[in-house]
C-alpha cells in the first residue's frame, strides 16, 4: 500500500490550495478515504472522509463550508480542497485508507502564515 500527499506549501491567510494523495497497492475503489492533519503541538484529527464510490463526505466542524474532499477512482486519488485558510488549519495533513488495518501517507505541510 502506498500513500503519497503533495500540494503543500506556505501561503497567506484566506488562500486556497488542493492537496491530492495518490494511491496504489489496493483497490481504491473499494475504500472510504480520508484527511486527518496534526497541528504543532496537537494530535492527529480528522478532516474529512469519503465514502468509497464519492456518494456521500463528512467533515469536521472546523473546516465546513470551506473544505471538500474529492476522489477519483479512475485515477486512483484523493484530493481536499481547501478555501479561506486560517492560520489555525496550519499542519501536516496526510492521506487515510482503512485497507489493511489502516495505512497512511508520509504528510504534506500546509503553513498558513502572513
Known amino acids: 500500500v502506498q500513500l503519497v500527499e503533495s500540494g503543500g506549501g506556505l501561503l497567506q491567510p484566506g488562500g486556497s490550495l488542493r492537496l491530492t494523495c495518490a494511491a496504489s497497492g489496493f483497490t481504491f475503489s473499494n475504500y472510504r478515504m480520508s484527511w486527518y492533519r496534526q497541528g504543532p503541538g496537537k494530535g492527529r484529527e480528522l478532516v474529512a472522509t469519503?465514502?468509497?464510490?464519492?456518494?456521500?463526505?463528512n467533515s469536521a466542524d472546523s473546516v465546513k463550508g470551506r473544505f471538500i474532499i474529492t476522489r477519483n477512482n479512475i485515477k486512483n486519488t484523493v484530493y481536499l480542497q481547501m478555501n479561506s485558510l486560517h492560520p489555525a488549519d496550519q499542519a501536516v495533513y496526510y492521506c487515510y485508507t482503512s485497507y489493511n488495518d489502516g495505512s497512511w501517507g508520509q504528510g504534506t505541510q500546509v503553513t498558513v502564515s502572513s
Open positions: 469519503i465514502t468509497s464510490a464519492g456518494g456521500s463526505t
